[in-house]
């Protein structure tokens, strides 16, 4: 299936010199590979900076602070006197215009001796300070003789390191990968080349890992910018082509009358938003053609999703079809299937509900009216794709909170039917470049206004020190009847320290509030989670203590009030996450965020932010910014290859020229069989994308 020419680069790093088992786990942990690492992925660990070792003034002319390379003559030793192994040993060295000292702590003695010959000349390269009344370099980066200057790389790339493997090693394994490169068939087109500068890609390679010049590193410079662009074509490739192959695959027109959508509008105790109407609009018109609809239904907590949601899946109930929604929780699932189900059955459709929690005989029954197709529509959890789970006739998957889920995932659940459409739904606002990124030319549907009567959130940040001034305003709001979340920390890593968090709240509180206060966390059973829910939503309890387990969709109108307790180690995204919960009713609502002082400079912005803004999109704007990466989509759970190259902030730019090279290659060269196509294949193979190579050989 691989061009055989790129055989050097998917073969193991144990094949290169030095490097054993042992090393080879050490350097799985280091590349962040679960199997065994290859070269290939040697190669893409690049430098993250570099060392200038290139000045070489005379010692008079140091500025002490800089890195510099000085030829010096060894003048003398002294050594730590005995028994005070703390003290440093001490070189002394000069040149014609001044005196260097060179100092070891905790250094063997003949060891220096033999590297320090007195009498000879030394070249010395490293951090110069200026200490005692002397110009001092403290244990030096390299020490060679004339012989070892001329190895010596004046320009040395910095690896980002993993403990046991140490920057000479990686240098060396570098080089041994770097020899391997084969000359490749450029894939780039022509002029693009010519008119960015760019090398081609195996001397892209060598530029990077062996710099001359500190801006060859650059992440704007030519060489990591042709290497960035080669992934995000390959990546935006890999998606036109499967896209082409879904549109190929055909779908089926799945959305009837209207009747029920009609139906269930006029049942709603509210009328739609504009961008609800052209949302449902968009899918409707996705829906009603002969093609695989995939389209992302973006809209910021509480912008009315929901709702949406159902009403697409009416549509296609009114052509005798079913529709799944799949929430990442079992609190999700309920929740929507909480207001779903009364509006189904007001219009004369049944919903149902399926998680981990059905089982046995209730599970049998409703599997079999899933089957038969006596349920119109199921609203679940993970469990919805379950092997035994078998619909009649299944045409709209709905996948909320999406980037919870992994590819397969999805997968899994839209093979439950015939030509099954797609509609992912999230409330994390995705900032345009990443959608892009990630789902190439997937249609999006935007809830940008929130609901009329919302009133905006007054969101204070206070230290901790003041919480007792917060729980006396607690105390003052249960008072006048409000609801209120209490979400507390995360400690650690661990949700057992988590929970103990909570629970110490919980139990303050409870002291001195009495049961109205109620606590729900991620290890309680599902029924008592429900339950706690339940009570707080109906009033019943006033104030709810929780880990973060209530941070998405959970819906409450009646809350007014958000504590969270040490805000500042809350990323903005959740912030914004959790501080949705409120402010959805009429009532005026409050966020306090709770910080532990002094903050980071980082955690000082997001708080600010948090103060300035509700907008959803600015935020995961600036998260984008503040956080780097595209750890916004939570990359890694979400099953997404990462980019190991491209960077959002320094390359996200290239996309839509990435995407547009990738269009026109398809529109042209469909099978990729051209010149060009191959080169082109050669390079989806290179940042193994070419999954979807096998897609288009397949016919
Ligand atoms: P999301 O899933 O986008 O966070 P929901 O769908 O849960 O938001 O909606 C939040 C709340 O707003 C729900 O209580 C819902 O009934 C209500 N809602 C939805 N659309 C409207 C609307 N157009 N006008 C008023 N309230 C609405
Ligand atoms: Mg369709």
């Known amino acids: 299936m691989r061009p055989n020419l790129l055989d050097p680069f998917f073969t193991a790093i144990t094949t290169l010199p030095g490097i054993g088992p042992k090393l080879e786990k050490l350097y799985r942990r280091l590349l962040g590979r679960e199997d065994e690492p290859r070269l290939v992925d040697l190669l893409f660990h690049l430098p993250h900076g570099a060392i200038d070792r290139r000045a070489r003034p005379k010692l008079r002319e140091v500025d002490p602070g800089s890195v510099v390379t000085v030829k010096v003559t060894v003048d003398r030793h002294r050594p730590a006197p005995p028994g005070r192994d703390r003290a440093p040993h001490l070189i002394y060295a000069s040149d014609d215009t001044g005196d260097l000292v060179l100092t070891y702590f905790r ?68 080089d041994a990968a770097l020899s391997k490169v084969p000359e490749l068939p450029e894939w780039q087109d022509p002029a693009f080349q010519i008119k960015n500068g760019f090398p081609a890609f195996g001397p892209a390679l060598h530029i990077l890992h062996r710099p001359q010049d500190m801006d060859d590193l650059a992440p704007e410079g030519p060489a990591r910018t042709r290497l960035a662009y080669d992934e995000l074509l390959a990546s935006q490739l890999a998606l036109g082509l499967m896209r082409a192959h879904n549109r190929k695959r055909a779908g089926r027109a799945h959305a009837g009358d209207g009747h029920l959508r009609r139906a269930i509008i006029a049942a709603l105790p509210y009328s739609l938003t504009l961008s609800q109407h052209r949302a449902l609009d968009a899918i409707v018109a996705d829906l009603s053609k002969p093609e695989r609809m995939v389209r992302l239904l973006q809209g910021d907590v509480g912008s009315g999703k929901t709702v949406v949601a159902l009403l697409a899946a009416a549509a296609v109930i009114e052509s005798g079809r079913q529709a799944a929604l799949m929430a990442p929780t079992e609190i999700l699932a309920r929740q929507h299937f909480n207001t779903i189900a009364p509006l189904a059955e007001a219009v004369g459709l049944r919903a149902a509900i399926l998680t981990g929690r059905e089982r046995g005989k209730d599970r049998a029954a409703l599997l079999d009216q899933l089957s038969s197709g006596e349920i119109n529509i199921l609203v679940g959890t993970h469990a919805l794709f379950q092997d035994d789970v078998t619909f009649r006739d299944l045409a709209l998957a709905i996948v909320d909170e999406q980037h919870r889920f992994g590819v ?62 917060v729980t006396d305003a607690v105390g003052r709001a249960l008072q006048e009847g409000q609801r209120i979340y209490w979400v507390c920390p995360l400690v650690e890593e661990s949700e057992t320290s988590d929970l103990a968090a909570a629970e110490d709240r919980f139990k303050t509180l409870r002291k001195r509030f009495g049961s109205a206060v109620d606590l729900v966390h991620g290890q309680m059973r599902g029924s008592e989670k429900d339950e706690a829910m339940r009570r707080f939503s109906i009033g019943e309890t006033q104030l709810l203590v929780s880990t973060t387990v209530i ?62 803004t509700e907008d959803g999109f600015r935020i995961a704007e600036e998260d984008l910014k503040l956080r780097g990466e595209g750890d916004v989509l939570g990359t890694r759970q979400s099953g997404m290859p990462a980019f190991r190259i491209a960077s959002p902030e320094a390359h996200g730019h290239l996309l839509p020229a990435a995407r547009d090279d990738a269009r026109l290659i398809l529109t042209r060269d469909a099978a990729l069989a051209s010149e060009r196509g191959k080169a082109l294949r050669i390079l989806l193979a290179l940042f193994e994308r070419d999954d979807a190579i096998r897609l288009i050989d397949a016919g």
């Not at 039917?417 to 997937?442: H, K, S």
């Open 551 to 612: 941070e998405v969709g959970v819906d409450v109108p009646e809350a007014t009030v958000m504590v969270i307790e040490h805000a500042e180690r809350f990323g903005l995204a959740q912030l914004h996450q959790l501080r949705g919960r409120i402010g959805r009713g009429h009532g005026k609502s409050t966020c306090l965020l709770l910080y532990r002082a002094p903050l980071g400079e980082t955690a000082k912005a997001r708080l600010a932010i948090m103060r300035e």
């Open 408 to 469: 397969h995932q999805r997968l899994a659940l839209v093979n439950k039917g015939e030509a099954v459409d797609m509609l992912v739904t999230t409330a994390t606002p995705i900032p345009r470049t990443l959608v892009l990124t990630y789902f190439g030319d997937m249609d999006i549907s935007e809830l940008r206004e929130k609901p009329a009567g919302r009133q905006p959130i007054d969101t204070r940040t206070i230290p901790l020190d003041r919480l007792a001034e």
């Open 107 to 174: 250094a063997r003695r003949d060891y220096l001796e033999k590297l320090f010959p007195v009498g000879e000349t030394r070249y010395i390269s490293g951090t110069t300070a200026f200490y005692d009344g002397m110009l001092q370099m403290v244990h030096p980066d390299r020490v060679v003789d004339e012989k070892g200057l001329a190895a010596l790389p004046m320009i040395e790339p910095v690896y980002p390191l993993t403990e046991g493997i140490t920057a000479n090693m990686i240098v060396k394994a570098v």
